[in-house]
């Protein structure tokens, strides 16, 4: 295995694909589709653009269907939901499918969408993440952060180090964190979440899209992402832009 981490969906390369691609936007929308997977929604199907979220969720039956939609941070009006995971109870989102569009967390992984295999990761499940990678040991790994608009998110690179940092720690025969990682990035995650991981919360407060979801009024979301291996819940990508919680 191989672990490449890019920041931002815009570094995320475009003239080749890796074996498995993991989008990351711990704030909020992984974080999110992971929460409403493991309360049993049916998919998440994710857009880009809201018009055609609205054009291809209209399709669907009213009481199959829940349409998520965030910009900035907040719900978009005509949605049922914005994008907050304390959102998704099993009695709202049980056998329903989500179609959803955020500002950064969608974008990213409709980027990664033609790798062979697709994977959303946030703290709250990371171990469920490691697991899989361990048992199916894919020899490129690409981890995108979400970011925001375009630049860097410290709570989407934190999650990658965690991620790399168990694989390094897990990995049988001699799996060091040298041998796995593919780029400088790899290594500053790293270091990153071993300086934070104890002040989870303290660092998603501190992070910009935290302070944002601050002024929202949105502390419990951000306490609720900021926790790690709580969700036994693995989103992968069954048809392009469609996850399904993984069965083994
Ligand atoms: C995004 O996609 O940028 C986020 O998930 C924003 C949020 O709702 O916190």
Not at 104 to 122: D, M, P, S, Y
Request: hydrophobic fraction near 45%.
């Amino acid at each position: 295995m191989k672990v490449f981490i890019f920041h931002t969906p815009e570094l995320i390369p475009t003239d080749s694909l890796p074996d498995c691609a993991i989008a990351i936007d711990v704030l909020r929308a992984t974080s999110t589709i992971s929460t409403a997977l493991a309360a049993g929604a049916e998919a998440v199907q994710a857009f880009s653009s809201m018009d055609e979220l609205m054009r291809v969720s209209e399709q669907w039956s009213p009481d199959r269907r829940l349409r998520a939609g965030e910009r900035g941070g907040a719900k978009v009006e005509g949605c049922e939901m914005g994008n907050s995971p304390l959102a998704c109870t099993p009695e709202l989102v049980g056998g329903k499918r989500l179609f959803m569009s955020t500002t950064n967390g969608t974008r990213c992984l409709e980027k990664i969408q033609n790798a062979k295999t697709v994977l959303a990761a946030a703290l709250i499940n990371r171990a469920a993440i490691v697991k899989y990678l361990l048992s199916q040991q894919p020899e490129t790994i690409w981890i995108a952060g979400s970011g925001w608009e375009g630049s860097y998110s410290l709570e989407d690179t934190v999650c990658a180090g965690a991620i790399v940092h168990a694989l390094s720690d897990l990995a049988a025969k001699g799996q060091t964190l040298e041998s796995l990682a593919g780029n400088d990035e790899a290594f500053a995650a790293v270091a990153l979440y071993t300086q934070w991981q104890d002040r989870l919360v303290d660092l998603l407060c501190n992070a910009t899209h935290g302070q944002r979801l601050l002024r929202l009024d949105c502390l419990d979301d951000l306490k609720y992402c900021a926790q790690l291996d709580t969700l036994d819940v693995l989103p992968i990508q069954r048809q392009l832009g469609v996850l399904v919680a993984h069965q083994e």
